[in-house]
């Protein structure tokens, strides 16, 4: 059976401390000798991650080099991997633009996803534009990026989605040149949520709102955009008082003229641009004669 020695033997001069399993057969005063002869326990070397400014600059030349390549997913993954590595934000506003070049031109494209996956999706290119808003929130993208993703959502034929996304936009950035074209597309998503059950005029009245606080909000706004507002408003009146009519219809069918009469008198007095108020002003004074 060997015998334990002390570290100051010449024999164990220099040598390793002991393993865990043999320090608990130690004595309490021999074990306090090795450890301080040996430096302390034995601590696991912690290694930096390769970090620096020839690092951040590799992975941006990887990011372009991949983005040349037809590659936006592994251009962004490696522009993801600069980001990380930037410790000190020297170059953030490059990879912020690059990673937003990427997503929008993904979103843009809006490739259908193929049975073998070779082209990106415009859902990762939502996601991405999405990542560039949320990492660089005071970047010259960061606005662009939300409109960019909304619009890209929109196509998708997801307008709650897209509403949020303006939503966001225009309370993080309500100075910003988009907050106009956004409260524009926000009524249009909410315009595109009223195609649901045939009496939920909610989103309609929602966009009604949206639409004439925008005239308010934005007096000498963007030409083009005050035109396609005032479309949109038509639009959406219209659809409404077809909407409110059509309630009427129902409420008089089941026996509840009050109920009716509500509905037609919003249409008759709140919507008369409408083809709807005639009608609605007709069958009010059917309901009501005499008044």
Same mark, same amino acid.
């Given at each position: 059976?060997?015998?334990?020695?002390?570290?100051?033997?010449?024999?164990?001069?220099?040598?390793?401390?002991?393993?865990?399993?043999?320090?608990?057969?130690?004595?309490?005063?021999?074990?306090?000798?090795?450890?301080?002869?040996?430096?302390?326990?034995?601590?696991?070397?912690?290694?930096?991650?390769?970090?620096?400014?020839?690092?951040?600059?590799?992975?941006?030349?990887?990011?372009?080099?991949?983005?040349?390549?037809?590659?936006?997913?592994?251009?962004?993954?490696?522009?993801?991997?600069?980001?990380?590595?930037?410790?000190?934000?020297? *170059?953030? !506003? &490059?990879?912020? %633009?690059?990673?937003? $070049?990427?997503? /929008? +031109?993904?979103?843009?494209?809006?490739?259908?996803?193929?049975?073998?996956?070779?082209?990106?999706?415009?859902?990762?290119?939502?996601?991405?534009?999405?990542?560039?808003?949320?990492?660089?929130?005071?970047?010259?993208?960061?606005?662009?990026?939300?409109?960019?993703?909304?619009?890209?959502?929109?196509?998708?034929?997801?307008?709650?989605?897209?509403?949020?996304?303006?939503?966001?936009?225009?309370?993080?950035?309500?100075?910003?040149?988009?907050?106009?074209?956004?409260?524009?597309?926000?009524?249009?998503?909410?315009?595109?949520?009223?195609?649901?059950?045939?009496?939920?005029?909610?989103?309609?009245?929602?966009?009604?709102?949206?639409?004439?606080?925008?005239?308010?909000?934005?007096?000498?706004?963007?030409?083009?955009?005050?035109? *396609?507002? !005032? &479309?949109?408003? %038509?639009?959406?009146? $219209?659809?409404? /008082? +077809?909407?409110?009519?059509?309630?009427?219809?129902?409420?008089?069918?089941?026996?509840?003229?009050?109920?009716?009469?509500?509905?037609?008198?919003?249409?008759?007095?709140?919507?008369?641009?409408?083809?709807?108020?005639?009608?609605?002003?007709?069958?009010?004074?059917?309901?009501?004669?005499?008044?």
């Amino acid at each position: 059976m060997s015998s334990t020695r002390l570290p100051s033997d010449p024999g164990t001069a220099g040598a390793s401390p002991p393993h865990p399993r043999d320090r608990a057969r130690l004595p309490g005063f021999l074990l306090l000798a090795t450890l301080a002869c040996a430096g302390g326990p034995a601590t696991e070397e912690k290694k930096e991650p390769p970090a620096g400014a020839s690092v951040v600059a590799e992975q941006i030349e990887i990011a372009k080099k991949r983005r040349a390549a037809g590659d936006p997913v592994g251009a962004f993954d490696a522009a993801d991997a600069a980001h990380k590595a930037d410790f000190r934000g020297t *170059r953030t !506003a &490059e990879i912020s %633009r690059l990673q937003f $070049e990427i997503g /929008a +031109e993904m979103a843009e494209k809006g490739y259908a996803s193929d049975p073998i996956g070779l082209f990106p999706t415009r859902s990762e290119g939502i996601r991405i534009l999405k990542h560039v808003a949320e990492k660089f929130p005071t970047s010259d993208e960061a606005a662009e990026a939300l409109f960019l993703a909304g619009e890209a959502t929109l196509a998708t034929r997801d307008p709650y989605a897209a509403r949020r996304l303006y939503d966001e936009l225009i309370a993080r950035y309500p100075e910003s040149p988009r907050a106009e074209f956004a409260e524009l597309q926000r009524a249009y998503a909410l315009y595109e949520m009223s195609r649901g059950p045939a009496y939920d005029r909610g989103p309609l009245e929602d966009a009604r709102w949206r639409l004439q606080m925008y005239r308010v909000l934005f007096p000498a706004g963007h030409p083009t955009v005050r035109e *396609r507002a !005032a &479309e949109l408003l %038509r639009s959406v009146e $219209e659809d409404l /008082a +077809e909407k409110d009519v059509r309630a009427a219809e129902h409420y008089r069918s089941e026996g509840k003229p009050a109920a009716a009469a509500l509905y037609y008198r919003f249409v008759r007095d709140h919507l008369p641009a409408t083809t709807w108020a005639k009608v609605a002003a007709e069958r009010l004074a059917a309901l009501e004669p005499g008044k």
